[in-house]
């Protein structure tokens, strides 16, 4: 059984043999034993030793084949080792396969990025052939499509005929694919032309080479060919460019050559063959030394140092003699240039020859007349020099400029000149002669190490033998000595007449003997006011015409002080002019004395110091008043913050009262509106005075206007019992700024309030009168005196105060009305009929002409009004009183309130609290509000957040500084708390909130 199953399970071993000898083996022994059990008579027996025998004879065989086959048997290893190398091989042969994926996929990319037309032939007979991409976009078939078929499947073959490079057809047997597959031999640069049945040719160059199985027999081949279509096309233009070159250069009156690395004529002119007086096929191929023997030397260094630096030789002279003229010395002006190949190695030199054999003797005659011209003029303090027609110096006679000939020759005046703006004008003046052919002569000045020097410069044309102007001949003579004098006096006068002009002062002098006065200037005309054709005033003249009677013994004593102890002298007085305006004058004087002989002098300065007083008088004026403010806004801020005080000492001591917790509520209320009234009077006073103050304007009806001041007014007037009427007309369409409209009529119903005594009455009318709305406030209170009428808008002006009036303003509010209503390009007017006769203030601001429909937009829900949801609102304020009062104002209305009093705080704050609103003070502990906003922005969690500036920074330049950082309010301390209301409800709308008084971003 053992034996069995090794030959079932192990075919690979030799067990067969094995298993018949011991299957005979078993037989025999079964036969003997059933003859041994059977046999009766003797024959049988023989049979059995017989048996026995080829028993004996098996059983050794069979021992003899199991100790050979014992080994391998023994070495064999377990079905389950065998299934663990099974799996391995598996696996290996899994991986090798997908690496031959990944091969085959890149070689496939590979070959589709090649910018190659690639042909793969898959047998030897070319029956399958498939192309890369290239390969099929040029065929016109499609990927993986076989090429050898495609053309006969689609009815016609994209490519119809194959072309050599000469033009001849190339037969299908002798194409490179096919002839690699049939002959296994590797063909290299063939060129081969695609002829379409369109008329498109395209020209490719490339190899192909066999593919070989494992027993070296071809299997198939590849073709890969470059397109060089367009390499043949620039070769074609090449030639074209070369035909007309030779062209070009067959015509030229100077000679050219071509030489290779050896200096063999490689191309040649006819010019060029003339000069050496042989033809053209006698030049190529041969040296230039063996063409002009006495060029070799020099020709060679020439060329080496072309080949060393890559740098062209130009305008380099040669001499010596030619087949055409032997014995005759001929010179050569020569350029030699590399000609470098698409590598860019230098292959050969281009040449450019000039014969200036007739030029040079030119020279010579024309050096030998500059001598003797030379020698004519050379002590001549005259700069003479020519220039051609690009103003490059081609000759000079003495230095011009401090340079010498040498230095000149070849430059223009911009290369020797310091200054770019004076060689312009020298430049000018030359071109305008070469230009006009007429000469010029103008006086130059040239900046020459640190130096202005000045030239008196004459130029004339240069014209050559045709009678052409071929450039300018120069003559120049330094002037600065001259031009120096000149200067210093004109400096002189103009640095008297720059000093009074500056001063504005008059310039006299003064004989006190003779009374004679000399006025330097015009300005003691201007002065004094009269006509400066007019003889200068004398002293006595002075006195009595112009000054003041009222300085004149003070004026005549400085001046006989001045006299008699020749002291400086130094008087303001006033002056009466013939106009009759009085201005007030500076003197001041020296005492020049006398020498011998000579008078006594005062040599001085009048000046109009009228502006001056002015300024220290109303310096001194506006000082007084500014006294008067500050003592007048000490009083007003105190009754307030008294009346506060008192009120929270009143809820302190009554808790239990509701009543006097009320009361407390009001007068706080009232108190608070009062110091922020005045707060926003004194910030409107500094935009005003700054002209910062911006308006939005809109179209807006007016009535809407008074109707809301009126409301802000109106428990005022309740509280002092007084009667208030309206007469407003409906329908009257203006533009403007409707918070600063509004604030204009609230100051003006204030004051009627405050200067109308208890149970007074106040009324308010609205009419349209000649394209105005008219708004006229009249009251019976005390009224304005006559004095003070007219100053009523001024700054810090008021009334005087009794001791018991505790409703007095600061004198600002006027101010602020005047600046307001004219911003709106309106008038306000105040009239009175004196004191206890009340007064009336009209307001005229110009209509708008809109259709009746036209009206504003809705105002903003009221502060009092319920939230439509819950708002979480974080609060981050280092001042803990305002923020704890804030939040449980905010807290009454329905919102979750969370409080912060530094800015890391209020950080950690929002980041853990997620506030839907944020309420940040500006000037914050750690960092400040701004940074607070920018570092909140940045996160997206808070992308949909309103932030809210509150802040004591209240200026201009805070409201955008707020903007920029991210805030989309700025609420100014102290803070209207229905403006923080209504950005909650408009918040809450998802909608924009309205512009108001404190909420403006500007």
């Known amino acids: 059984m053992v034996l069995a199953f090794f030959i079932r399970f192990r075919k690979d071993m030799p067990f067969v043999p094995l298993f018949w000898l011991f299957a005979i083996f078993i037989v025999s022994c079964g036969a003997s034993h059933l003859i041994e059990a059977t046999i009766f008579w003797r024959p049988w027996y023989r049979l059995s030793g017989l048996l026995k025998a080829v028993t004996a004879v098996v059983s050794w065989a069979t021992v003899i084949q199991l100790i050979n086959v014992l080994p391998a048997a023994l070495a064999l290893p377990s079905v389950a080792k065998v299934n663990l190398q099974l799996r391995e091989e598996i696996a290996e042969r899994k991986q090798a396969e997908a690496a031959l994926r990944v091969r085959t996929n890149e070689l496939e990319a ?119 279509s367009a390499r043949r096309v620039a070769e074609e233009e090449k030639e074209q460019a070369l035909r007309l070159l030779d062209t070009l250069l067959s015509r030229a009156p100077v000679g050219f050559a071509y030489f290779d690395r050896n200096l063999r004529f490689v191309r040649v002119n006819e010019q060029l063959a003339a000069m050496n007086g042989l033809s053209i096929e006698a030049h190529i191929g041969r040296t230039v030394g063996e063409i002009v023997p006495a060029l070799e030397t020099p020709a060679r260094k020439i060329a080496e140092h072309i080949l060393a630096t890559g740098d062209a030789v130009r305008g380099h002279e040669f001499s010596g003699e030619t087949p055409l003229a032997t014995g005759v010395t001929r010179y050569w002006s020569e350029s030699w240039y590399p000609v470098n190949d698409e590598a860019g190695k230098i292959v050969g030199f281009g040449a450019v020859v000039e014969d200036i054999t007739e030029r040079r003797e030119s020279e010579a005659r024309l050096r030998l007349t500059n001598e003797r011209f030379d020698l004519a003029v050379k002590c001549s303090q005259v700069v003479l020099f020519q220039q051609d027609l690009e103003l490059r110096y081609t000759w000079n006679h003495n230095q011009w400029l401090g340079f010498d000939n040498s230095d000149l020759i070849g430059k223009r005046d911009a290369d020797l000149m310091e200054r770019a703006e004076d060689a312009a004008v020298t ?312 918070a600063r409209l509004e604030q204009v009529i609230v100051n003006l119903l204030n004051n009627a309030s405050k200067y109308t005594p208890e149970g007074g009455r106040i009324s308010m009318r609205a009419r349209m009168e000649d394209c105005h709305a008219v708004i006229t406030i009249v009251d019976n209170g005390v009224g304005i005196d006559a004095d003070l009428l007219p100053h009523v808008f001024d700054l810090f002006r008021q009334a005087q105060r009794s001791l018991d009036r505790s409703l007095g303003g600061l004198g600002i509010g006027l101010k602020v009305v005047k600046s307001l209503v004219e911003l709106h390009r309106g008038r306000v007017t105040i009239e009175s009929a004196g004191a206890h006769a009340g007064a009336t203030v009209t307001v005229r601001l110009p209509l708008l002409e809109l259709p009746a429909a036209t009206r504003p937009s809705v105002p903003p829900p009221k502060a009092s009004a319920a939230l439509p949801k819950k708002v979480r609102v974080l609060i ?35 980041r853990e609290f997620f506030p839907e609103v944020l309420l940040l003070d500006i000037g914050l502990p750690g960092f400040d509000g701004y940074e607070l906003a920018r570092i909140l922005r940045a996160d997206t969690k808070f992308s949909n957040a309103l932030f809210i ?39 809450c709308a998802r909608d924009a909130p309205p512009e108001d008084p404190e909420a403006k971003m500007s």
Request: aromatic letters at 6%.
């Open 949 to 987: 500036a509150i802040s004591g920074y209240a200026q201009d330049g805070d409201r955008a500084r707020s903007l920029a950082s991210g805030f989309d309010r700025h609420f100014g301390k102290p803070i209207n708390f229905s403006h923080i209301m209504d950005a909650l409800h408009l918040y």
């Open 876 to 910: 981050v304020d280092d001042h803990e009183d305002a923020a704890r009062s804030l939040a449980r104002l905010l807290r009454l209305r329905g919102c979750e309130v969370v409080l912060a009093h530094t800015g890391p705080n209020g950080l950690t704050a929002a």
């Open 427 to 738: 430049e000018r003046l030359k071109r305008e002669v070469i230009r006009t052919g007429a000469g010029v002569g103008q006086e130059v000045m040239i900046h020459i190490q640190g130096l202005d020097r000045y030239y008196d410069l004459l130029v004339e044309p240069l014209r050559d033998h045709a009678g052409m102007v071929s450039g300018v001949t120069c003559a120049a003579i330094e002037i600065t000595s001259r031009k120096q004098a000149e200067e210093a006096r004109r400096q002189s006068q103009k640095r008297v007449l720059l000093a009074s002009e500056a001063a504005r002062i008059g310039i006299w002098s003064w004989l006190p003997e003779k009374d004679v006065v000399i006025w330097e200037n015009e300005y003691p005309y201007r002065i004094l006011g009269i006509d400066p054709s007019s003889p200068p005033v004398t002293a006595d003249g002075f006195v009595t015409r112009f000054l003041h009677p009222g300085d004149r013994s003070a004026f005549e004593g400085a001046v006989a002080r001045t006299v008699q102890a020749q002291e400086q002298f130094l008087f303001e007085c006033r002056i009466l002019r013939p106009d009759g305006e009085v201005r007030w004058v500076e003197f001041a004087g020296r005492p020049e004395p006398a020498g011998l002989g000579g008078d006594l002098r005062i040599i001085g300065t009048i000046r109009d110091v009228t502006a001056r007083k002015n300024a220290e008088r109303a310096i001194l004026e506006e000082g007084q008043r500014k006294d008067e403010f500050l003592a007048m806004l000490g009083h007003e801020l105190r009754n307030p913050l008294n009346a506060i005080r008192h009120a929270v000492q009143i809820a302190h001591d009554t808790p239990e009262s509701l009543e006097a917790s009320q009361w407390s509520a009001q007068v706080i209320d009232r108190q608070s509106q009062q110091l922020s009234r005045m707060v926003d009077d004194l910030l409107d006073v500094a935009r005003i005075s700054r002209g910062r103050i911006e308006l939005r304007p809109e179209n807006l009806d007016i009535a809407t206007v008074l109707e809301r001041a009126t409301a802000v007014v109106q428990p005022l007037m309740l509280q002092r019992q007084q009667t208030f009427t309206t007469d407003i007309a409906t329908g009257m369409q203006v533009t403007g700024d409707s």
């Open 110 to 228: 590979l070959l589709d990025a090649l910018p190659a037309f690639v042909w793969i032939s898959r047998d030897a007979e070319c029956r399958v052939i498939i192309g890369n991409r290239m390969a099929n976009e040029l065929m016109g078939v499609e990927a993986e499509a076989n090429v050898s078929q495609s053309g006969a499947a689609a009815g016609e073959a994209p490519c119809l005929q194959y072309f050599k490079e000469d033009g001849t057809e190339y037969p299908t047997p002798e194409l490179p694919l096919q002839r690699v597959t049939a002959t296994g031999e590797v063909v290299r640069d063939a060129v081969l032309d695609f002829q379409f049945t369109d008329g498109r040719r395209v020209r490719a160059v490339g190899h192909a080479v066999p593919l070989m199985d494992e027993q070296g027999s071809i299997r198939g081949g590849v073709a890969a060919f470059v397109d060089i």
